[in-house]
């Protein structure tokens, strides 16, 4: 060879260097990249379980709370229904009472009773009782209504309403706690 010749020889870089083999480096990090994204998938999938069971634990926890706060509310509504329902006989007791002392002639008796009948009534609506009303007339609904007898009705216009009110009926809120007892017309 001659010197020319190997002067081009060390000059040419691309002739002196050969091809470096990657085939066993390039496999192991397409394995090592291939892993790092299945960890990471995993990661991934675990935090969206992880988020999602927190929203459904954050979402139960606010119906919880919504639902407690709704008893809460229905039982102060209804605290005291129980003694207001153990009061209603003594109620119909004064009722009976005011109809008997009216026909008397002792009026200051029958004042005071009368007063006394007021407080108890204006005490019992203060803690949410009211009175169901029907009066003689009213179509009979079973829903509200509980007729005790049915009698012939004296014209064809009372027939399938209320003739007369045995009982008054008693509500607290929207629910009835005593059914007005009626007589009803057939």
């Not at 960890?39 to 919880?64: G, I, P, S, T």
């Not at 009782?129 to 014209?155: L, S």
Request: proline share 3%; net charge negative; glycine share 6%.
């Amino acid at each position: 060879m001659s010197e020319k010749n190997k002067a081009e020889e060390v000059n040419d870089p691309i002739l002196d260097e050969q091809p470096i083999n990657h085939t066993g480096n390039e496999q192991d990090e397409s394995a090592d990249n291939e892993e790092i994204q299945s960890v990471e998938e995993q990661l991934q999938n675990e935090l969206a379980k992880e988020k999602d069971k927190f929203l459904r634990l954050f979402a139960e926890f606010e119906n919880y709370k919504k639902r407690t706060s709704k008893e809460r509310m229905d039982l102060f509504k209804t605290a005291g229904q129980e003694v207001i329902i153990s009061l209603l006989p003594v109620l119909d007791d004064f009722e009976r009472a005011l109809k008997e002392l009216s026909k008397s002639e002792d009026k200051e008796m029958f004042k005071g009773i009368e007063l006394i009948n007021g407080k108890l009534r204006d005490t019992l609506k203060s803690k949410g009782m009211e009175e169901v009303g029907v009066k003689q007339g009213d179509v009979f609904d079973a829903e509200i209504h509980d007729a005790i007898t049915q009698i012939p009705a004296p014209t064809k216009k009372l027939k399938g309403k209320i003739l007369d009110v045995v009982e008054r009926g008693y509500k607290m809120g929207d629910r009835i706690i005593r059914h007005p007892k009626v007589v009803v017309g057939n």
